[in-house]
């Protein structure tokens, strides 16, 4: 059964400062997706990673895929507090998410 | 940009009804589409996989029976809670993969409160 893990579960960053989320997952995929999601509403998409070695940017977040190593990050760069929300992962094959993170930017 | 739409997106009903919800593929054709539960502070639980013309894959603890699918067409489907009890009361969510982009696209999402 596929499994997709992400870490941290939770994150406090402050403004300004630099982090990363991971996504791990146990079989084969070539696609990958990150969303958004603040609360009570449904899910934003942020990132559609279709190969190995894939990176994409917007704004202040970078995702990057690793299809080797079943893995892939989420950058955020110079926190604010606009991105506080909870970010999941999810893997193409079943469309399975991770478990989230959930990202509060303190001043 | 490609859209799905939800309805309703709000609904509170009595123990023992039936509700049914339906979601929309605006302006693309979807073959497949999701169907997932979501309670407060957790993750999406995908409940079932629905393809056009053909009956849901359900995933291992989801009664289908008491979840009904129907995907009738290439821009709809439909979740029927049958029976609803207070424990069905969650948030879903659906979502719908765009056979030419591959892309996948998620509704607003329906709060269900069975009282």
């Known amino acids: 059964e596929l499994k997709v893990e992400q870490n941290p579960l939770f994150l406090s960053m402050q403004e300004g400062k630099n982090y990363t989320i991971y996504c791990n997952y146990s079989?084969?995929?070539?696609?990958l997706y990150w969303y958004r999601q603040d609360p009570g509403k449904s899910l934003e998409s942020l990132f559609v990673?279709?190969?190995?070695?894939a990176v994409k940017q917007e704004g202040r977040l970078m995702a990057s895929l690793d299809t080797k190593a079943r893995l892939s990050t989420l950058h955020i760069t110079a926190a604010v507090h606009d991105l506080s929300a909870t970010y999941f992962c999810?893997?193409?094959?079943?469309?399975?998410f991770g478990a989230g993170t959930r990202l509060t930017v303190k001043p | 940009g490609a859209v799905v739409s939800q309805h309703p997106s709000r609904v509170i009903c009595k123990s023992g009804t039936s509700v049914k919800i339906e979601c929309r593929s605006l302006?693309?054709?979807?073959?497949?589409m999701f169907w997932y539960r979501q309670f407060p502070k957790q993750s999406l639980m995908l409940m079932a996989t629905?393809?056009?013309?053909?009956?849901?894959?359900?995933e291992q603890g989801v009664e289908k029976d008491k979840f009904l699918i129907n995907h009738a067409s290439l821009t709809l489907s439909t979740l029927t809670v049958t029976s609803a009890h207070p424990e069905d009361s969650s948030f879903y969510i659906c979502?719908?993969?765009?056979?030419?982009?591959?892309?996948?696209?998620f509704g607003p999402g329906t709060r269900l409160l069975v009282l």
């Open positions: 629905s393809n056009e013309g053909s009956k849901a894959t359900y």
């Open positions: 079989t084969t995929s070539d696609r």
């Open positions: 302006d693309f054709q979807a073959t497949t």
């Open positions: 999810a893997v193409e094959i079943d469309m399975r």
């Open positions: 979502s719908a993969r765009d056979w030419i982009e591959g892309t996948q696209y």
């Open positions: 990673l279709l190969s190995n070695g």
